[in-house]
């Protein structure tokens, strides 16, 4: 029955963890994070703007039906003659019976019994030429959701090198506690050696004492290790959202061609980089709101389409109804505001070019620093390991030593800790070479799921 319960608690633990690859994890990240799906949200939004302001373009079309009742004498007449039935006896002509009758005040008139009146009506508004307007306002905001695309895009880069530096931090710190927990076995080993020579007396006291203050100094380093593991897996659930994640694979590292020259990496990166293509539609942007303002100069030409019926009860006779047909046309024929803000998107727009032109030199710098860089850790990872394959040759050596009593506890500890030194230098130059990797391939606009 103990048996049983360790089993289901086995099973449940391993339900509750789970160990990731790099893979995994940057798509749970791109898939759970909550600013990428606003962003997401916000590019549908600007796709109904584009949506909106093209319906401008069809115009409005309007039915509405009122009911009135009033005893105000301006509507009722109004009403009588909308619906064809005002006759001279609503002007009150009983009342005028001579010549001496041009002053008399006209009861009908002022004082007419309340009236319905039931007006419906369609109306169809349409601007037939805004001076290209719409158009531009439509271009316009087409530029601008991609531009927003091109966001996300840049965005999801950012957040793909935020993983990975969190990624190759945890397995780094897994690395670095099997690589101190194998020190720790060592110099406990190292531990037993000495009290075995002290009780045969071919060593003092001091030779135990010293291996014993070095298990301990690597018991220390053992948990400074763990805890940098539960911090980087802490900081990956919260960018995973994977409250399971609990464990990471191996370290992950890039192919990259480098024999390429710098002048084929710097076109390829002019080709890819979003952030350039995105001030590249930005340009494209202040040159249709050049158009845009250019559009005030045009005159308007709009139409307006009236079908309707009036009447005191709620009828559909055509001898109630009536039509309207409007073409206007509207044109500024001084503002200097215009001018001004003419003037003011030509400047926007050089002031884009300007920085297209900076951007395309700081992408030289950046793509030839990362070039540079990723080669220097490159070369310092082969010397690590090198270092590393030497060390652990002299420490082999000096046990052999220190078991024919050639050399000091003293001595061998210090090889102990000069080839721990080198492995720890090995795992952290290789977890530098993976971060220059990524960068260079960021500094050429891949991604870094590829």
């Known amino acids: 029955m103990y048996k049983f319960y360790l089993y289901l608690l086995l099973l449940y633990s391993y339900g509750l963890s789970q160990t990731i690859n790099y893979e995994d994890v940057i798509s749970q990240t791109?898939?759970?994070?909550?600013?990428?799906?606003?962003?997401?949200?916000?590019?549908?939004?600007?796709?109904?703007?584009?949506?909106?302001?093209?319906?401008?373009?069809?115009?409005?079309?309007?039915?509405?039906?009122?009911?009135?009742?009033t005893n105000h004498p301006g509507y009722i007449f109004n009403s009588k003659l909308s619906s064809r039935e005002a006759s001279f006896n609503d002007f009150g002509a009983l009342d005028f019976t001579g010549p001496s009758a041009i002053n008399v005040i006209p009861d009908n008139l002022n004082n007419p019994e309340p009236r319905n009146n039931f007006s419906t009506k369609i109306t169809y508004d349409i601007p037939l030429f805004t001076g290209f307007k719409l158009s531009n306002q439509e271009e316009l905001l087409k530029i601008k959701n991609k531009a927003e695309l091109l966001k996300l895009t840049l965005d999801k880069r950012a957040l793909e090198f935020e993983v990975l530096k969190a990624y190759n931090a945890a397995v780094v710190a897994k690395e670095f506690i099997e690589a101190t927990k194998q020190a720790k076995q060592a110099v406990s080993q190292f531990v037993k050696s000495a009290n075995e020579f002290y009780n045969e007396s071919l060593v003092t006291k001091i030779d135990t004492k010293q291996a014993k203050v070095q298990e301990l100094k690597v018991q220390s380093k053992v948990t400074q290790a763990q805890n940098k593991f539960d911090i980087a897996i802490a900081y990956l659930r919260f960018l995973s959202s994977n409250e399971k994640l609990s464990n990471v694979k191996s370290l992950k590292l890039f192919r990259l061609n480098n024999n390429q020259e710098l002048k084929s990496l710097y076109k390829e990166a002019i080709e890819n980089r979003v952030d350039l293509k995105m001030l590249d539609i930005s340009k494209d942007a202040m040159e249709k709101n050049v158009d845009l303002n250019k559009s005030s100069f045009y005159p308007n030409l709009y139409s307006h389409l009236e079908y309707g019926l009036n009447d005191?009860?709620?009828?559909?006779?055509?001898?109630?109804?009536?039509?309207?047909?409007?073409?206007?046309?509207?044109?500024?024929?001084?503002?200097?505001?215009?001018?001004?803000d003419l003037q003011k998107s030509k400047?926007?727009?050089?002031?884009?070019?300007?920085?297209?032109?900076?951007?395309?030199?700081?992408?030289?710098?950046?793509?030839?620093?990362?070039?540079?860089?990723?080669?220097?850790?490159?070369?310092?990872?082969?010397?690590?390991?090198?270092?590393?394959?030497?060390?652990?040759?002299?420490?082999?050596?000096?046990?052999?030593?220190?078991?024919?009593?050639?050399?000091?506890m003293t001595e061998l500890l210090k090889q102990e800790a000069s080839y721990r030194e080198n492995e720890a230098e090995l795992i952290m130059a290789?977890?530098?070479?993976?971060i220059a990797q990524a960068r260079l391939k960021l500094a050429l606009g891949k991604s870094l799921r590829d």
């Open 430 to 434: 290789n977890y530098e070479k993976s």
């Open 30 to 69: 791109l898939e759970n994070n909550n600013n990428l799906k606003l962003q997401e949200l916000n590019i549908e939004a600007s796709k109904l703007d584009i949506q909106k302001v093209n319906g401008f373009s069809y115009g409005k079309l309007e039915l509405s039906h009122e009911v009135m009742r």
């Open 347 to 408: 400047i926007e727009l050089n002031k884009t070019k300007l920085n297209l032109n900076q951007l395309q030199n700081a992408i030289k710098l950046e793509l030839e620093k990362a070039f540079l860089n990723l080669k220097a850790k490159e070369k310092i990872h082969l010397e690590k390991i090198e270092a590393k394959e030497l060390s652990f040759e002299v420490l082999e050596q000096s046990k052999l030593m220190y078991k024919n009593q050639l050399i000091s």
């Open 312 to 340: 005191d009860t709620l009828n559909f006779s055509s001898s109630k109804d009536y039509y309207m047909g409007l073409l206007g046309l509207k044109y500024t024929i001084f503002d200097t505001s215009r001018d001004a």
